[in-house]
């Protein structure tokens, strides 16, 4: 019961996160209207929060195994909740903004630490579905989230937005404090690894949100220095060589392709509903829910799978299925929501098969001494996945229109490219 208690805590916080990333996306013309901002300023207070979280998460997460994975928790739960409440009641967009990249510094906390709790706690029998959990609340969490932000924003105000993750706070704070176990392990911090980690994925995710060469290449020479740093310290942040293991970087590659996909997928669902079929921001939320339904479901039962069958064919059949939604939708677009809810579903329980065995293979692949970096790995992926997978699926239909064409064609290209990366990735999967 108690490792029952330690992982509902932990998942609370990692909910707190998750449905902060996405909850202000509903709320952009609210925003400028209030404060008078502009559209740019508007995207980099909510963009603000996923840079500093993406470029903190490899270091704060060695912190946390540095330190002690409970304190560090409560110490960003701490940071996280009162940057929240200051957001919520800022009175100029200066002081949002600021708000939110100090919550992004209590995430990137947050999140690597969670996941570290539950493998460096669970038994190896228990490990599994207590990841799968993890991996069904990280997946389907942000559309949740955006889901009752849209409810707060139409019956209430914008500023309500922030009453959820402060409360999710609360709870997870008491229950942190009473449930999660403290560890630590005695290694030095590679302070030159941390500093080159958080350039290198600041400038990689400013380029993929923004575009601009300056980002590329500020990110690119940042990344070059920390793999050569990392090759010859002794003790690194982040051992590059443990990337020949097919464990390691194969689970990184099918979160990198599956959640870039998924994002992709929902950035173009969601216009789809409100362009095409003209339905309300709150409504085309609503619909997108059955996908994040299913694929919490499937994740929790996804480790039970893989513990009878081999999480190589797990993984390999949430691929595939994955695939077979995608070319769903792009077959049976033009019948409207009912014509590719089918498409929808097989896409959330092809993630929800995926992402567990990709994460364990992910974690299983670092001592135990570094749980936290392997965590905080898993996170950078999957949020390089989501910023490719917005930049690259999002283009397609933006230039299809741009180009005289029509939404639904846009449509099409971005599905059938979406089924083409899965293709590749479940022969990769299968081969390795």
């Not at 940057?83 to 100029?92: D, K, Q, R, S, Y």
């Not at 949740?144 to 999710?168: N, Q």
């Not at 619909?287 to 009878?308: F, K, N, Y």
């Amino acid at each position: 019961m108690t490792r029952t208690k330690t992982l509902i805590a932990v998942c609370v916080a990692l909910m707190a996160v998750i449905s902060s990333v996405t909850g202000l996306n509903v709320a952009q013309p609210h925003l400028a209207a209030e404060f008078g901002a502009s559209q740019s300023t508007v995207l980099w207070i909510i963009n603000g929060y996923v840079l500093t979280l993406a470029a903190l998460l490899l270091p704060l997460g060695a912190a946390g195994d540095r330190w002690g994975r409970r304190p560090v928790l409560i110490g960003g739960l701490v940071v996280f909740g009162v940057a929240n409440v200051v957001a919520g009641l800022a009175p100029t967009a200066g002081v949002l903004l600021a708000a939110r990249v100090v919550a992004g510094v209590g995430a990137a906390t947050i999140m690597p630490v969670t996941l570290a709790v539950i493998t460096s706690t669970f038994p190896e029998k228990e490990r599994g579905r207590a990841i799968g959990v993890w991996t069904g609340v990280a997946g389907g969490g942000g559309l949740l989230g955006m889901f009752l932000s849209a409810v707060l924003v139409d019956v209430a105000s914008w500023r309500f937005l922030f009453v959820l993750p402060v409360a999710l706070v609360v709870v997870a704070v008491v229950m942190a404090v009473r449930e999660v176990p403290d560890s630590r392990e005695v290694r030095p911090f590679d302070v030159v690894g941390a500093v080159t980690s958080a350039v290198a994925v600041t400038g990689l995710i400013y380029f993929l949100h923004e575009g601009g060469l300056f980002g590329l290449a500020i990110g690119a020479v940042a990344a070059v220095a920390f793999v050569v740093w990392e090759l010859r310290h002794p003790v690194p942040l982040l051992d590059i060589r443990l990337f020949r293991e097919r464990s390691l970087a194969t689970g990184s590659l099918v979160l990198l392709v599956v959640f870039g996909v998924q994002a992709g997928v929902s950035i173009v669902l969601y216009p789809f509903f409100q362009t095409v079929l003209g339905w309300s921001g709150l409504v085309a939320t609503v619909a997108l829910l059955p996908m994040a339904g299913v694929m919490m479901v499937v994740s929790g039962l996804a480790p039970r799978l893989a513990e009878r069958v081999g999480a190589r064919v797990t993984m390999s059949a949430g691929i595939l299925l994955g695939g077979l939604g995608l070319a769903s939708m792009a077959v049976f677009v033009d019948g409207g929501y009912l014509a590719v809810l089918p498409g929808m579903i097989a896409m959330g329980a092809g993630m929800g098969l995926s992402m567990p065995p990709a994460t364990e293979a992910i974690t299983g692949s670092l001592l135990q001494e570094q749980q936290g970096v392997a965590s905080a790995l898993n996170d950078v992926t999957r949020e390089f996945g989501t910023a490719l997978g917005i930049a690259l699926l999002g283009a397609m239909v933006a230039n299809a229109v741009d180009a005289g064409g029509s939404f639904v064609e846009g449509w099409r290209t971005a599905m059938w490219a979406g089924v083409a990366l899965m293709a590749v990735l479940f022969g990769v999967a299968m081969r390795r």
